[in-house]
């Protein structure tokens, strides 16, 4: 595609449910990143995968948060028993050879 | 960790203002400097980056930015500022340890140009 996609744009969950956000990287882009943006901040890094291979996950938060990329293409990054601290919008970016990284418009997470 | 500041939180121009947001970063070693811009309802996008070479770099729309080492700075600049650039501006560093291309935010800025 043009760019990178996310879905869901918008998701509202109860607090203890669990979520799964899905990244579709711009094809052919080997790296992948996630990032979490609070209301009023700046983006903060999650985890980062080249190729299949989670490379860096010392941003994820907590134990309940879990992303993968099986075939690396394809992301998702998963919320278990989520908290009203975990809203937020949700930034995956791959990048390319010029070492640019490219943001999807990302999901908003809204737990109630 | 390296860290990022932008000083300015919220900016308010009139049209044809000159522009300049700050940005300074911690972090003694060899980085690369972005700036993002996120325009109302849309997603991130890259304005300008640099990586080596001339610290005075241009980026679209007019922006340029300066690379200034001995200050940790990279401030944004643009001579004439429109409506149009009413956006929020994120200065954004990635430490170059040859190991990984995460990026370091700042906090953004939030520019609101008046008719």
């Known amino acids: 595609g043009a760019g990178v996609s996310q879905s869901p744009r918008y998701k509202v969950a109860k607090r203890g449910q669990d979520v799964a956000l899905r990244c579709d990287p711009i094809s052919g882009h080997v790296s992948l990143f996630w990032y979490q943006q609070a209301l009023g901040q700046g983006p903060e890094f999650l985890t980062y995968?080249?190729?299949?291979?989670?490379?860096?996950k010392s941003g994820l938060p907590s134990d309940r948060f879990f992303a993968e990329r099986p075939e690396g293409s394809v992301s998702t990054l998963k919320i278990q028993r989520t908290q009203q601290e975990d809203s937020a919008v949700y930034l995956c970016?791959?990048?390319?050879?010029?070492?640019?990284?490219?943001f999807g418009p990302g999901t908003r997470l809204t737990v109630l | 960790a390296q860290s990022v500041s932008q000083h300015n939180h919220h900016v308010i121009l009139s049209e044809a203002a000159s522009l300049e947001l700050g940005c300074n970063y911690s972090y003694g070693g060899t980085v690369n400097l972005f700036w993002y811009v996120q325009y109302p309802g849309q997603h991130l996008q890259l304005l300008l980056k640099y990586f080596s070479g001339d610290p005075l770099v241009k980026g679209i729309k007019g922006f340029e930015a300066e690379f200034i080492k001995s200050k940790f700075s990279f401030n944004l600049r643009k001579p004439s500022v429109q409506w149009s650039d009413t956006a929020e501006y994120f200065c954004a560093v990635r430490v170059y340890t040859g190991g990984g291309n995460k990026l370091t935010f700042g906090t953004g800025t939030q520019l609101k140009v008046e008719l």
């Open positions: 970016a791959s990048i390319n050879r010029d070492n640019e990284q490219f």
């Open positions: 995968f080249q190729n299949e291979a989670q490379l860096d």
